[in-house]
């Protein structure tokens, strides 16, 4: 399917998701749909509470694959909540896979000060130098690299005036975010310093859906912490403690916008679940 269909097929199923009816979509026989890593019917879980979908809207698709993907708000009785997902159709036109990923902050307790949905334009550009397929993965994965026991050590490409979003709360270059004294620095200064030692690992990464046009690459993943590191020391020498200190895994979906060979913004949407949860796509 071409970059209109696809993002035609994503309008049906936005609006079918806002009504809470999913009886005029089509669905191969053999889809497969799932809500913060677990397969739901169709008409099941969020399709029964939501009220309608929000007004923030990002929207990338990948004709390659034939996959079409979505960064916006969902709101159901008493909140509005960071909601990412991906359709793939099949050759057919109809729905094979439906993926979203709902941060219910009554819920996970992923509610951070500023949070706000608003649209980035460097998200909806075309890329300017833009690189292949492989690059674009390439880089990706180099930053779950980066972000797997991190110690300093930068495994990707970051663009000096890279931001990243996370659950709607801007968390570079942000001094107002004074929960976090890191907060105000970019991408890579953050890592360099190894605030991240605690992710363990950076398991079951996927990258479904790869917008070649547009440098950018959705990929899904978990984040385990066994939470027995406790005191530990940045790179700058300075002692640490821990925030983590329980197994505990986060699920995400991340949209990473690359262009000059470089990652120039980051939108991620990530939930607590069970520690080392497997993900029911690794045998798809």
Not at 173 to 180: A, E, G, R, V
Not at 220 to 236: A, M, P, V
Not at 272 to 278: A, H, K, Q
Request: proline share 5%.
């Amino acid at each position: 399917m071409d970059r209109a269909s696809l993002t035609s097929l994503l309008d049906e199923y936005l609006a079918a998701l806002g009504a809470g009816d999913p009886k005029g979509l089509r669905f191969a026989s053999d889809a497969r749909c799932s809500e913060n890593n677990v397969m739901l019917d169709p008409g099941d879980g969020v399709w029964g509470t939501i009220l309608r979908i929000g007004d923030y809207r990002l929207v990338f698709a990948d004709p390659f694959a034939n996959q079409v993907g979505f960064f916006g708000t969902v709101i159901e009785p008493r909140e509005e909540s960071a909601f990412c997902m991906r359709l793939k159709a099949n050759d057919a036109g109809e729905i094979a896979e439906a993926e979203m990923v709902i941060v219910r902050n009554s819920e996970h307790g992923m509610v951070l000060p500023g949070q706000r949905f608003w649209t980035k334009p460097i998200l909806e550009a075309k890329a300017e130098a833009p690189s292949s397929r492989e690059e674009l993965q390439r880089l990706a994965n180099g930053y779950f690299d980066t972000l797997q026991l991190n110690d300093g050590t930068i495994r990707t490409k970051f663009a000096p005036g890279c931001n990243r979003v996370e659950n709607g709360v801007q968390s570079t270059n942000n001094p107002t975010l004074d929960l976090f004294s890191w907060a105000a620095m970019g991408c890579e200064e953050q890592f360099k310093l190894g605030i991240y030692r605690y992710d363990d690992e950076l398991r079951a990464r996927r990258f479904p859906l790869i917008d070649e046009e547009r440098g950018l690459v959705l990929a899904f993943g978990f984040i385990d912490h066994s939470g027995k590191l406790g005191r530990y020391q940045w790179t700058d020498g300075s002692w640490r403690e821990s925030p983590i200190r329980r197994p505990h895994s986060f699920y995400l979906g991340e949209l990473f916008k690359i262009d000059h060979g470089m990652i120039q913004q980051i939108e991620a949407d990530f939930i607590s679940v069970p520690y080392r949860m497997p993900s029911p796509w690794d045998a798809a």
